[in-house]
């Protein structure tokens, strides 16, 4: 059979540009000592992720990231602060509401917020707190619109006998006269013949 090696590639990229990146930024560090004195230190805030931790929130388009870990701790965090943040007065408690998550995720669950690079084809660390914000509160906008659609959704419930067959058989017909027929085989239902 062929091998094949699309992630083994994928891989050796990633691994090529964080350490030309290293590389890169070693020489900076080099240069901004010479030039710190200054004031002019550039500070490179990119930096790339080889493989998203366990408490790390992912966003990425797509359902691919809705079952990492990060991200149902996350969702769980949300969850927990929806009742709050729907019942909040002002926009002022709902964006101190969303500063409390991002808070919860990066100091207390020791976590980071990733988005996925797709001209590089790796994870990025963002470091900017209004984008991360911005994020975090998308995704509770959109979780709030789940819970109201959910309780929206209205509930049908049959209660015609015919369709209750749980146990995987076909439902028994009516023939004209209203008696049930059995249209199983004859081997099915105790006939010896």
Request: charged share 35%; glycine share 6%.
């Amino acid at each position: 059979g062929n091998v094949k090696l699309n992630s083994l590639h994928q891989w050796l990229k990633v691994r090529r540009a964080i350490e030309s990146h290293d590389i890169t930024n070693n020489s900076n560090n080099k240069r901004n000592k010479l030039t710190e004195k200054s004031g002019e230190a550039k500070n490179d805030n990119r930096s790339i992720i080889e493989c998203p931790g366990m408490t790390d929130v992912i966003f990425r388009l797509g359902k691919s990231y809705l079952f990492h870990p990060g991200n149902i701790m996350f969702r769980d965090i949300v969850e927990s602060k929806y009742e709050e943040h729907d019942n909040a007065k002002t926009q002022e408690e709902k964006v101190n509401i969303t500063w409390w998550i991002i808070d919860e995720v990066l100091q207390r669950r020791n976590g980071r917020f990733l988005v996925w690079e797709n001209q590089g084809g790796w994870w990025t660390e963002l470091k900017d707190r209004s984008q991360i914000r911005s994020k975090v509160a998308v995704h509770i906008r959109e979780f709030k619109k789940r819970v109201k659609a959910k309780q929206n959704c209205q509930v049908n419930n049959s209660n015609t006998y015919k369709f209750e067959r749980q146990d995987g058989r076909k439902r028994k017909r009516s023939d004209d006269t209203g008696m049930e027929v059995d249209h199983r085989p004859c081997g099915d239902n105790g006939c010896l013949f």
